[in-house]
């Protein structure tokens, strides 16, 4: 937001290879939503997520349906990783 153009640069290039990489993965385990954490998608959310989301339907092999497939900012911060620990014991112990 400061006008720094090299970062800027360097996040629409991490951008574009992270929905590269979202594409593949779709492809390959067809989710039903793809969750990008960190702190720069907690600090900016869909403006983080909107060019990965563009790119990751680029790369998807069937087109129609694609934007049924949510890709989103997580809303869970520091509790993603203590929930998902929590739900894959729970799971296992199930």
Request: hydrophobic share 50%.
């Amino acid at each position: 937001d400061e006008g720094d153009d090299l970062l800027a640069e360097i996040v629409a290039d991490a951008q574009h290879v992270l929905g590269l990489h979202v594409g593949n993965l779709i492809n390959l385990l067809d989710p039903e939503v793809v969750v990008i954490g960190g702190g720069i998608a907690e600090r900016m959310g869909d403006r983080f997520v909107a060019p990965i989301r563009e790119a990751a339907w680029k790369q998807v092999l069937v087109a129609r349906g694609r934007e049924n497939i949510r890709i989103e900012a997580t809303v869970l911060k520091d509790d993603a990783a203590p929930l998902g620990a929590a739900h894959l014991a729970f799971s296992r112990l199930g």
